[in-house]
T-cell receptor, first 116, second 115 residues
Framework: AQTVTQSQPEMSVQEAETVTLSCTYD???????LFWYKQPPSRQMILVIR??????QNATENRFSVNFQKAAKSFSLKISDSQLGDAAMYFC?????????????FGTGTRLTIIP | DAGVTQSPTHLIKTRGQHVTLRCSPI?????VSWYQQVLGQGPQFIFQ???????GRGNFPDRFSARQFPNYSSELNVNALLLGDSALYLC??????????????FGEGSWLTVV
C-alpha cells in the first residue's frame, strides 16, 4: 500500500517571501502521479500542481513549483512571492497510473500561514 | 460550467440513523469518488465508481455503500451512524480516461455531524 507523509503540521512565511512544503511517499510502483492540493477555509480541495512520475522535469504553475526526487521519493512544493490568499491547508497526494484506479492517497496536511 | 455539486451542505443526524449524501459530477465526467475527511486529517478514500461500476473501495465498514446512476450522479449511504462518522464527505469527479492522467475535481463537501 502507498503512504504519503507530510512532516510539517504548520508553516508560516512572510508575505512576498518563498516557502517550501515537504512531502515524502512510499510506493513500489514505477508509474504514478503526485499532486499538491490546497484546502482553504471553504473546505473545497483545489488542485495546485501535478507531477507525472515518468517526467524528469519538475512541474511549474506560475508561483508554484515542485522539486520531484523520484529515487528519494520526495515531492516538495515551493511557493514564491507568497500572497495572503495562499493561506490554507496544503495536502500532498499520490495516485497510481493504473488505468481505472483513481484513488488518491493523501498526507496529513500542512497548515500554511501568511504573515502580512 | 458547474463544478462538482454536493448536497446537503450540512446535516445533523442522531446515532443509529441513516444518511444519504448526493453528488453531481462535472458535465461529461464519468468517474465519481467519495472521501471522508475527519477534522485535522487528510481525506480518506471510500469508493470510486466509473460507468456505474465500483472500481475501488477503501477500508470502510459495510455500513458505507454507494452507487452511481445512469446520469453519472452518485449517492453515498451510511447506515447505523456512529459518532465517529462525523466528518466532511467529499465527492470528486473526473473524465475517467487514461489520457493525460485525468485531473480530479472536488466538490465543497457535505458536513455530517452525528450526535
Amino acid at each position: 500500500a502507498q503512504t504519503v507523509t507530510q512532516s510539517q503540521p504548520e508553516m508560516s512565511v512572510q508575505e512576498a517571501e518563498t516557502v517550501t512544503l515537504s512531502c515524502t511517499y512510499d510506493t513500489s510502483e514505477s508509474d504514478y502521479y503526485l499532486f499538491w492540493y490546497k484546502q482553504p477555509p471553504s473546505r473545497q480541495m483545489i488542485l495546485v500542481i501535478r507531477q507525472e512520475a515518468y517526467k524528469q522535469q519538475n512541474a511549474t504553475e506560475n508561483r508554484f513549483s515542485v522539486n520531484f526526487q523520484k529515487a528519494a521519493k520526495s515531492f516538495s512544493l515551493k511557493i514564491s512571492d507568497s500572497q495572503l490568499g495562499d493561506a490554507a491547508m496544503y495536502f500532498c497526494a499520490y495516485r497510481s497510473a493504473n488505468f481505472g484506479n483513481e484513488k488518491l492517497t493523501f498526507g496529513t496536511g500542512t497548515r500554511l500561514t501568511i504573515i502580512p | 460550467d458547474a463544478g462538482v455539486t454536493q448536497s446537503p451542505t450540512h446535516l445533523i443526524k442522531t446515532r443509529g440513523q441513516h444518511v444519504t449524501l448526493r453528488c453531481s459530477p462535472i458535465s461529461g465526467h464519468k468517474s465519481v469518488s467519495w472521501y471522508q475527511q475527519v477534522l485535522g486529517q487528510g481525506p480518506q478514500f471510500i469508493f470510486q465508481y466509473y460507468e456505474k461500476e465500483e472500481r475501488g473501495r477503501g477500508n470502510f465498514p459495510d455500513r458505507f455503500s454507494a452507487r452511481q446512476f445512469p446520469n453519472y450522479s452518485s449517492e453515498l449511504n451510511v447506515n447505523a451512524l456512529l459518532l465517529g462518522d462525523s466528518a466532511l464527505y467529499l465527492c470528486a469527479s473526473s473524465l475517467g480516461q487514461r489520457l493525460s492522467g485525468n485531473t480530479i475535481y472536488f466538490g465543497e463537501g457535505s458536513w455530517l455531524t452525528v450526535v
